[in-house]
């Protein structure tokens, strides 16, 4: 069975919760976009463990992970990555693989991208680390790939080629000093000898896995209202992070898909900036920041908090081909008397109930809920839906109801046991 785990809102569902548990019954994870821009969390044993970009399933003996070609990878977080993963004992070297038509982030691209940031009248909130500029060159077809890296000729030339003009562009446009090339060229000969060990024709070993029959997890990054073409565009981010991302991203045929499970958060969380149609009032986002401890994993910004949007995530079931759902954090919404889920936008007297792709109407429509009541019981002991308090499971229905999905993972704590499994 392939199955891909995809984000449905902007980001930060708790994909790393479920690509862990999931990895249980997989033999291969790959990540098929996005590079270190993604902070995942895995909470094992009271240990959490937050991966940019190696997958989340590498905390299960024997798996095999992977980065495909859609990946782009800053070198120096990967080898931490790498180090602090051995230093806890787990096994990399048999089971990493990466494509070597990844592309890398390279020290202008991180540059550029706090640069522009800077001088945009309309700022994106970016992480900051370069991902849009290399997925710009990627397209622009002057990126450098990790197999540039093993051919000292080839890398040589590209990366001056690159430098010619982006540091003429540095000088003249933001009066940045521009890079060297001996430093560049050295550092990254190195990073591409310490690769070497795992650059791998990742199309060519999925493919063989398929044909034994070896189970495929696709390990989604960022969330489906990120997408560069389908978000809340300019503010997404640089890559395809729906489903269908998962075959362009590895080389793996969309045949060879059998199921789609789309990531939820109960609630709606947004790091950065753009429109946010059910976002709180200050005062109450702090609070539910404080409970959901909503802090990005990788900057560590404060996310943004909101209510459930059932606009958005049908839409994202649509654009996924999402045929279940898990639903995260459920116990953050313990204690609240009313609980309010968006099921339509009202923009100048009229209603949408599919979503609005005119970013001016995402951004100035009003929310039209349905609220229910809430539940006081804390969730943090029911292993089965029917230990559920009562308010909880309809809030479970509701969401079934309105999304014409069934919800087969209910998580109502950070760690492996605190999951409800439905059939
Ligand atoms: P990802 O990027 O989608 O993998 O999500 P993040 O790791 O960035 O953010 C999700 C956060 O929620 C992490 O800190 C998880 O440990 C935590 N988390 C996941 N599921 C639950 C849950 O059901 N309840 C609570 N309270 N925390 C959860
Ligand atoms: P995971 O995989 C939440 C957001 C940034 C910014 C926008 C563009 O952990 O869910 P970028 O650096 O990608 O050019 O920034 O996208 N963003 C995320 N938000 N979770 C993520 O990843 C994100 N990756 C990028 O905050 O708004
Ligand atoms: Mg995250």
Redesign the pocket.
């Known amino acids: 069975m392939n199955t891909v785990i995809v984000?449905t809102q902007w980001?930060?569902?708790?994909?790393?919760?479920i690509i862990d548990i999931l990895s249980a019954d997989s033999d291969y994870i790959v990540r098929y976009q996005g590079g270190n821009n993604?902070?995942?969390?895995v909470?094992v044993d009271d240990k959490e463990y937050i991966f940019h970009l190696i997958p989340s399933g590498i905390l299960h003996k024997g798996k095999i992970c992977c980065l495909g070609n859609g990946v782009v990878v800053d070198p120096a977080v990967l080898i931490k990555e790498i180090e602090s993963l051995s230093k806890s004992g787990i096994e990399i070297d048999t089971r990493l693989k990466i494509s070597g038509l990844v592309h890398v982030i390279l020290p202008y691209h991180k540059i550029l991208d706090q640069l522009r940031e800077t001088k945009r009248k309309y700022r994106i909130g970016t992480t900051g680390r370069g991902i849009g500029p290399c997925y710009a060159d990627k397209i622009n077809r002057c990126g450098i790939r990790m197999i540039d890296l093993l051919n000292e000729s080839v890398f040589k030339d590209k990366l001056r080629d690159n430098l010619n003009e982006k540091n003429e562009i540095f000088k003249k446009v933001f009066g940045h000093h521009g890079f060297k090339f001996s430093r560049i060229y050295d550092e990254y000969l190195r990073y591409g000898k310490i690769f070497s060990r795992y650059i791998c024709n990742i199309s060519g070993l999925l493919r063989k896995a398929i044909k034994n029959k070896k189970d495929i997890l696709f390990e989604g990054a960022q969330g489906t209202f990120l997408d560069i073409d389908f978000g809340t565009y300019p503010f997404v981010t640089s890559s395809s992070t729906i489903s269908a991302g998962a075959c362009i991203g590895t080389g793996v045929s969309v045949s060879a898909i059998d199921r789609v499970v789309g990531?939820a958060k109960a609630y709606t969380t947004r790091v950065g900036e753009g429109p946010f149609p059910t976002e709180f009032e200050p005062a109450f986002a702090e609070a539910i920041r404080a409970k959901?401890?909503e802090f990005g994993?990788t900057t560590g910004r404060p996310r943004r908090c909101g209510w459930f949007d059932s606009v958005m995530v049908k839409e994202s079931i649509l654009l996924n081909g999402i045929t279940e759902l898990a639903i995260?954090?459920?116990?953050?919404l313990s204690g609240l008397k009313r609980i309010k889920i968006c099921t339509a936008y009202k923009y100048k007297g009229k209603i949408f109930k599919e979503f609005p792709y005119d970013l001016e109407v995402i951004t100035r429509a009003k929310p039209v809920y349905k609220e229910i009541n809430g539940w006081s019981k804390t969730l943090a002991l029911p292993r089965s839906y029917n230990q559920l308090p009562a308010g909880a499971r309809d809030y479970i229905s509701l969401l079934e109801d309105l999304l014409q999905t069934k919800i087969t993972i209910i998580?109502?704590?950070?760690g492996r046991l605190?999951t409800i499994f439905l059939d």
């Open positions: 984000g980001g930060d569902e708790g994909k790393g919760k993604a902070g995942h969390t909470v990531v959901g401890s994993a995260m954090k459920m116990d953050v998580s109502v704590g950070s605190d």
